[in-house]
C-alpha cells in the first residue's frame, strides 16, 4: 500500500483521490480530517482542473468548504 506522499507525487487520478479519502474518513478526528481534506483537496485541484470538491470531500467525510 502507498503512502500519502508517494501518491502525491504522482499524476494523481481518481484511484489515487480515492484511496487517499479512504484513509481521510478513517481518521477519527473530525477537525484534523477536515484539515486535511481541505489541505490535499487544494492539491488536487491544482494538478487536476477537473477535480471534483464535492466528490472528494464526500467521500473523505468531510464538507467541501463553501465557494466565495
Known amino acids: 500500500f502507498k503512502t ?3 501518491v502525491l ?12 479519502a479512504d484513509l481521510l474518513k478513517a481518521n ?3 477537525k ?5 481534506a481541505n489541505h490535499h483537496a487544494s492539491i488536487f ?6 477535480f471534483n470538491h464535492e466528490l472528494f470531500h464526500k467521500a473523505a467525510g468531510t ?6
Open 63 to 68: 464538507v467541501a468548504p463553501k465557494k466565495a
Open 9 to 20: 507525487k504522482e499524476m494523481s487520478t481518481r484511484k489515487h483521490f480515492q484511496q487517499i
Open 28 to 30: 477519527p478526528d473530525a
Open 45 to 50: 485541484a491544482k494538478e487536476n482542473p477537473r
Open 4 to 6: 500519502v506522499k508517494s
Open 32 to 36: 484534523k480530517r477536515q484539515e486535511l
